[in-house]
């Protein structure tokens, strides 16, 4: 099977099923029964497209790119919005982990949410989610993983307030949507800058031009995104969403808030970092600013909420607060790479 057909295929599966899930909602005919089928069978499919896909990537020499542009020439704007996805051993491992956890924690609600009268919004924002998701980690273009960045918070601010007659549920969603926005704008602005600098935001011209900047550009940049990974892995200072958005089915939190969106910051961190030093053939010792950066970040971040879960009593804010702490070590993990 072609390996552009089944990257692209396990994106848009999730993606269709929500739409026929929001489509079967709004003409009345969304009953459980088929609803819960159609979020079954699309993960299940999305995570062998993403088994088959790992599989394949791990005997890759090379990064797989596969591109269609069909808004680019029509606006007259060479290439800004080239709809390309980059498969290498990192997206490609992260879409598998993303699509396998997605599926068993989509099973899981079968039973959890099996009371729940808000099937249609929980399963089409799930589904939603997990295309949105997949699709940020297969993104080779920037303006395309920023799209689907915001695809994948929308859904978490969206799912946390899923029971919004709670006012405790409403306001978490509201806080999550207000602080990642810090992030988000950062991770915006360092887009921004990197077009303004190379003209172009495919991951292979970016790699290829980030050789040629001035260390000051690129760690600025780097840093910029950096401030997207905050937020959206709930780094200090950005941190102080994700324990109240415990307040969300339990399904939505294990999914979400511990297991995928979570890791969307780390996995910035490392494509930006392999973008730079391992395909751009940047020196480590010039990102020093952005490593250091973000070993600075992890690490306080991974001490102070461990010290934060031992002072809670909420047993899903001592998880939340955990998750903090090990997403920190991951930072850390990633800032650790030798300069010299």
């Known amino acids: 099977m072609d390996l552009g057909y089944v990257s692209w295929l396990s994106i848009m599966v999730p993606l269709i099923a929500s739409g026929a899930i929001f489509t079967l909602g709004a003409i009345g005919l969304a009953k459980r029964r088929i609803v819960e089928g159609l979020a079954v069978a699309s993960s299940l499919l999305g995570a062998a497209l993403a088994a088959y896909l790992a599989v394949k990537a791990g005997r890759l020499e090379s990064p797989r790119i596969f591109s269609v542009d069909l ?11 080239n709809f390309q996805l980059f498969v290498d051993g990192l997206s490609a491992t992260m879409a598998f982990f993303v699509s396998a956890i997605s599926c068993a924690i989509v099973v899981y609600s079968l039973g959890y949410m099996a009371e729940d009268e808000s099937y249609v919004r929980y399963y089409g924002l ?19 993983l920023y799209l689907f960045w915001e695809g994948v918070g929308l859904c978490s601010c969206l799912l946390i307030a899923h029971w919004c007659e709670r006012p405790e549920a409403a306001r978490a969603g ?17 887009i921004a800058l990197l077009y303004l600098n190379v003209g172009s935001l ?8 980030m050789g040629t900047l001035s260390p000051s550009v690129l760690n600025s940049i780097l840093l910029l995104a950096l401030g997207g990974a905050i937020g959206k892995s709930a780094q200090v200072p950005l941190h102080i969403w994700l324990p ?15 297991a995928t969106m979570v890791k969307a910051g780390v996995y910035m961190v490392a494509r930006m970092g392999t973008l730079a030093i391992q395909y751009g053939g940047v ?3 010039v990102t020093s600013q952005f490593l250091n950066a973000v070993l600075l970040v992890g690490s306080i971040t991974a001490f102070l909420a461990a010290t934060m879960a031992l002072v809670a009593f909420d047993l899903k804010r001592v ?4 998750t903090i702490s090990q997403l920190g ?6 800032g650790l790479i030798p300069v010299s």
């Open 126 to 144: 799930i589904m939603l989610f997990i295309g949105s998701m997949v699709g940020l980690v297969l993104a080779g273009h920037l303006v395309l």
């Open 174 to 190: 509201v806080k999550a949507f207000v602080v990642t926005r810090f992030g988000d704008f950062a991770l915006l602005t360092a």
């Open 329 to 334: 070590y991951m930072f850390a993990g990633l």
């Open 319 to 322: 998880l939340a607060y955990s």
């Open 202 to 209: 495919d991951y292979p011209s970016v790699a290829q031009a």
């Open 244 to 258: 109240d958005a415990m307040e969300g089915p339990t399904s939505v939190s294990a999914l979400i808030h511990a």
């Open 71 to 81: 808004i680019s020439p029509a606006l007259g704007v060479g290439g800004l919005f």
């Open 283 to 285: 020196p480590a010792y």
